[in-house]
């Protein structure tokens, strides 16, 4: 009886060729600039971070997301990594982590800040570029697609989860008020201050949101948004 081979086989030798595919498809595309010699990696990886905490600064990842970290580390693990690349927030170091650990590879940390995402972006396609014949995994935020871009691949439209996204290169921003939800943290705060018990303080789902739409990124990928959208729009970049 022929032995069956586990999902996880399956999944990880998927995302491989996808990963390569993806590569292949985004060197094709890139071009040197001002007759400037232009080295490429022989494959770069882009991720998202995972799962993490809500609250706080710089919250960790989730339990979810430790086990999305492990899954990929799992799954990357032979995928001839060499170079991992993070921002300084811990959602990405920790998503990194796992496999930074099995592959004994200290990450490169390229700082991303509000308002700064172009400057991330560039810094990041810079430093991919200089590892010559490397395989590179690269563990961001929203800032993903526009790394893809930058190293000649598809311009991919964004939807984040807050509207000041919307300024980091963001097609739309949608998401709660974050001043609202600063404005209820101290309101509970106080109550318990004056006597309430935090176990008597009801959960709070989110009341007022925010929609901002970029245009600058809708004509830079040909897009024509209907004015009904643009009409509803908080906030519009022009």
């Not at 990842?61 to 032979?78: H, I």
């Not at 920790?94 to 400057?119: N, S």
């Not at 871009?149 to 963001?170: F, M, V």
Request: aromatic share 6%; glycine share 8%; with cysteine.
């Amino acid at each position: 009886m022929e032995k069956k081979l586990p999902l996880r086989f399956y999944v990880r030798r998927l995302l491989l060729l996808l990963g390569l595919l993806t590569n292949m498809s985004c060197a094709a595309n890139m071009r040197p600039g001002n007759g400037d010699k232009l080295t490429l990696p022989r494959q770069v990886f882009l991720v998202r971070h995972t799962e993490r905490e809500w609250e706080g600064e710089d919250p960790p990842l989730v339990a979810a997301g430790e086990v999305r970290a492990q899954a990929l580390a799992e799954t990357l693990r032979d995928a001839g990594i060499t170079r991992i690349v993070t921002t300084q927030w811990r959602r990405t170091r920790d998503t990194a982590q796992p496999l930074a650990k099995l592959l004994k590879i200290t990450p490169q940390v390229i700082p991303v800040f509000d308002g700064k995402a172009r400057e991330n972006i560039d810094e990041t396609a810079a430093a991919v570029r200089s590892y010559k014949d490397e395989t590179v995994l690269i563990i961001g935020h929203i800032t993903v697609t526009g790394v893809i871009a930058a190293l000649g691949g598809p311009r991919l439209p964004t939807i984040c989860e807050w509207a000041i996204n919307a300024h980091d290169g963001c097609l739309i921003g949608y998401g709660p008020d974050r001043g609202a939800l600063r404005r209820r943290n101290a309101d509970q705060v106080a109550r318990i201050f004056r006597g309430a018990a935090p176990g008597d303080i009801p959960v709070e789902q989110p009341a007022i949101f925010e929609f901002a739409v970029n245009l600058k990124i809708a004509r830079a990928l040909g897009l024509d948004l209907p004015a009904a959208l643009l009409a509803r729009a908080d906030e519009v970049i022009e």
